[in-house]
């Protein structure tokens, strides 16, 4: 009986998981039960050690510093109305082309993205900011959600991503030249994001209609509106110049970002100590949130590879026809259904150590898979039913949209997500140039 349940206790995990997770029981501590759970059945309190030194590992982990740095930083932005002034001097530039709008929250959620790395921060706040201006120019709704949510997630493909330093904490991979190669995936889904937008404008007149002459900003209204992203724009060179060139850790540049915030903030006179305190508790609050989700995910991972799920994963994968490429798509087969239910930090938890490795010995390069990681793991934000970004989308608009109409907004972007992780597969060098041009 014992060795029965043992056979199957992969399964059997990923399927007790997805029951709690349909019962509403929180990521964090569904993970959690799921670990401790099977740990005590199939090895008695003994198993303790093992979940105690594999949670240990995780949280003393020095890299993940970064992790509270990049929320305080994006919070403090949030206080300080950054990201409707970037909509702002955005749309001013683009409300005279068909899908400006569109175009606009695609652009400043990948600055936002650039500024803070989390995802939450660019849907929710151009939940607020853009949807209403689409709607009142009549844009077609689901081409102004979709937008919203493939804008905002942009955050986690544009470094300085939470889930790259995660995913950098547990591969090995190193952080500053999966933030280079990033940069390179990111210009790729803004390039085909915007291509989509314009194909559907200029296809149909009433689909995202351009401003009306009378409602356009003038040549000197699109200068001054500049000056509200020149702080910003400075700020990511000095983040990510100080990274890439190597003067900083991504720690230690998260931590340069914070305080760069805060002198935009006073400086500006938009921060104050009062605006600063209600930042450090909400991103306390975040921080812990993260931390329990990076404990639950490595209980469950020490025990399911204990009871054999990494090998398991691995001779599945190898049964795959096609050899290496047969691999490759069985991974993101894996991931992709993996995303359909799992929180992404948590999905980069369980699948990172089981997939990666597998992919690596097959003979690709880790970075340029960590890359492609990165691609399908945003696409887990808007993949239902548990896209995470839905629901962040969903608690901005509260009762104005349906959650159908929010589902079915994520189609299309799904859609060119998949294109641009085959794009990355067929050119591979789109994904990895600037990380060699900078290491040589």
Request: a neutral charge.
């Amino acid at each position: 009986m014992m060795m029965f349940i043992f056979e199957y206790a992969p399964i059997a995990m990923f399927l007790l998981l997805l029951l709690l997770l349909f019962l509403g029981v929180p990521i964090a501590f569904s993970l959690a039960f799921v670990g401790v759970f099977f740990a005590l059945i199939m090895w008695g309190i003994d198993s303790t050690s093992l979940l105690t030194s594999a949670v240990w590992g995780v949280m003393n982990n020095f890299t993940l510093l970064a992790i509270p740095l990049f929320i305080l930083m994006s919070v403090l932005l949030e206080k300080t109305n950054i990201i409707a002034d970037l909509f702002d001097s955005v749309y001013k530039w683009s409300g005279g082309l068909r899908g400006g709008l569109a175009i606009a929250a695609i652009v400043v959620g990948a600055i936002i993205g650039a500024i803070s790395g989390v995802v939450a921060a660019g849907v929710i706040g151009l939940g607020l900011i853009a949807l209403p201006q689409m709607m009142k120019y009549k844009y077609n709704e689901n081409l102004s959600l979709g937008s919203i949510m493939a804008g905002g997630t942009l955050g986690q493909i544009i470094p300085p991503s939470l889930n790259m330093v995660v995913y950098g904490a547990i591969t090995g991979v190193s952080v500053s030249s999966l933030f280079a190669a990033g940069l390179g995936a990111g210009f790729l889904l803004i390039f085909l994001f915007i291509i989509y937008i314009l194909i559907r404008a200029y296809h149909r007149e009433d689909m995202a209609p351009a401003l009306a002459k009378e409602d356009r900003a003038t040549f000197k209204e699109k200068v001054e509106s500049l000056r509200s992203i020149a702080l910003p724009l400075l700020l990511i060179i000095i983040v990510l110049g100080s990274i890439f060139t190597g003067i900083a850790t991504p720690t230690e540049g998260a931590a340069v970002g914070v305080f760069g915030t805060i002198l935009i903030g006073f400086g500006t006179k938009r921060l104050d100590w009062k605006k600063t305190k209600e930042a450090i508790h909400e991103s306390t609050k975040m921080t812990g949130m993260v931390g329990w989700i990076l404990i639950g995910a490595a209980a469950f991972s020490a025990v399911f590879s204990g009871v054999g799920g990494n090998q398991f994963v691995s001779e599945m994968a190898q049964l795959a026809p096609g050899g290496k490429w047969g691999v490759l798509f069985f991974s993101l087969a894996f991931i992709i259904l993996l995303g359909m239910f799992l929180e992404t930090m948590a999905l980069i938890m369980l699948a990172a150590p089981i997939i990666s490795p597998i992919i690596v010995n097959a003979g690709f390069d880790p970075l340029w898979w960590a890359v492609v990681f990165m691609v399908v793991l945003q696409m887990a934000f808007l993949t239902p039913p548990f896209g995470f970004a839905i629901f962040y989308l969903k608690s901005a608009v509260g009762a104005k949209v349906g959650i159908d109409k929010i589902y079915r907004a994520t189609i299309p972007f799904i859609t060119i997500q998949l294109i641009a992780t085959i794009i990355l597969i067929l050119f591979p060098i789109l994904a990895v140039w600037l990380p060699n041009l900078l290491n040589k």
